[in-house]
């Protein structure tokens, strides 16, 4: 918690003054969490500041909260490009990303606890930045991410807003953002370096080093080229869902049983329904062969019955049985683009 406080004040996150009478005030709490490394193997522990961001009014705490993410198709695209110009693939990491948006609302948030400034304890503290919590906060990082970006020289892809390119006097760099974690690729090394020092005097920044994991995403350098497989991801979800001990089938859907509108079966939790149906359309990152089965799946979410949810579950059998299954991405001479049907 000291180390967290420290770096909050470092930053100028927010200045202490007295409460205005006709501000609302947001309240804030520690959140801790232990950080696992890709194989599961603790990392390290770790404490976070975060307002209640659910108490804030709109119009008058925030307006515009939307921040654009990286979607998995540039992130496949870019890494093909990689390995096809046989290009380094770097990944970087920010410390503490979102302490560093500008916020241009006046925001006010109570004192942490246990560390209340015994010489002012009445007083709150007026937010120059963000922090974690806020509704707001992702789009003031992005902000402040993409005009140091900009003033480098890149410009954003038209199709993707997290997609950053420069291509200038035949050097060619690509930064795929996702909140915090970047991926950098591009044919000139010596500016791909400039470019990391610059943003370091900005940010804080953890070391460079080369792209392994990547958004639950293990990325494994092979002889073929890349092998990208959430195998950690996939058991999480087992874990969560009371399933690493399910029995394995060798098919995503029954293609005995078909599904249709208002079966007439007893209601399933809708919420438990929809954040499982999220989480496999993550997983299709690296498991195309799930898209049609979770597609499916998900146009039932606005009134889920039992029956939905037993093809749900019957669907993690075959992730179960397929846990080691990934994307192999190929490094070619000559790329072909090739298409495939699931035809029925």
């Not at 420290?6 to 950080?35: D, E, F, Q, Y």
């Not at 979102?98 to 560390?115: D, M, N, R, S, Y």
């Not at 906060?137 to 890149?154: I, M, P, V």
Request: aromatic share 12%.
């Amino acid at each position: 918690m000291e180390d967290e406080f420290t770096v909050l004040v470092s930053h100028g996150t927010w200045s202490l003054v007295s409460r205005p009478s006709a501000s609302n005030l947001i309240g804030c709490k520690w959140v801790s969490r232990i950080k696992h490394h890709p194989d599961g193997t603790m990392d390290r522990f770790k404490a976070r500041l975060v307002a209640k961001g659910f108490n804030q009014c709109p119009g008058v705490d925030y307006t515009e909260t939307f921040s654009p993410v990286i979607k998995p198709t540039s992130i496949r695209l870019i890494l093909s490009l990689a390995l096809l110009n046989n290009w380094p693939l770097k990944q970087l990491d920010v410390n503490n990303e979102f302490l560093h948006g500008q916020l241009t609302e006046q925001v006010f948030i109570h004192q942490p606890a246990g560390l209340i400034d015994q010489s002012h304890p009445h007083h709150v503290c007026s937010l120059q930045k963000s922090i974690y919590g806020l509704k707001q906060t992702s789009r003031a990082w992005y902000t402040a991410l993409r005009s140091n970006l900009l003033a480098l020289g890149f410009f954003n892809s038209k199709s993707n807003n997290s997609l950053f390119i420069f291509d200038r006097e035949g050097i060619l760099l690509y930064v795929l953002v996702y909140v915090d974690d970047l991926i950098l690729t591009g044919n000139n090394n010596t500016f791909l370096q400039h470019v990391v020092t610059s943003l370091g005097e900005t940010f804080s920044l953890k070391e460079l080093s080369d792209l392994y994991y990547f958004l639950g995403v293990e990325v494994i350098p092979v002889q073929q080229g890349l092998y990208l497989s959430q195998n950690r991801y996939i058991h999480d979800l087992l874990t969560r869902l009371n399933m690493a001990g399910a029995k394995a089938v060798h098919t995503p859907m029954s293609v005995s049983t078909k599904l249709i509108f208002d079966d007439g079966l007893a209601s399933y939790d809708a919420n438990e329904y929809r954040c499982t149906i999220g989480s496999l359309q993550y997983l299709s990152l690296t498991r195309p062969d799930l898209g049609f089965a979770v597609n499916h799946l998900a146009q039932f979410m606005h009134k889920p019955t039992v029956m939905y949810w037993q093809h749900v579950k019957r669907l993690f059998h075959y992730v179960k049985q397929t846990i080691h299954f990934g994307l192999l991405m190929r490094r070619q001479s000559n790329p072909v683009l090739r298409g495939f049907s699931d035809a029925d």
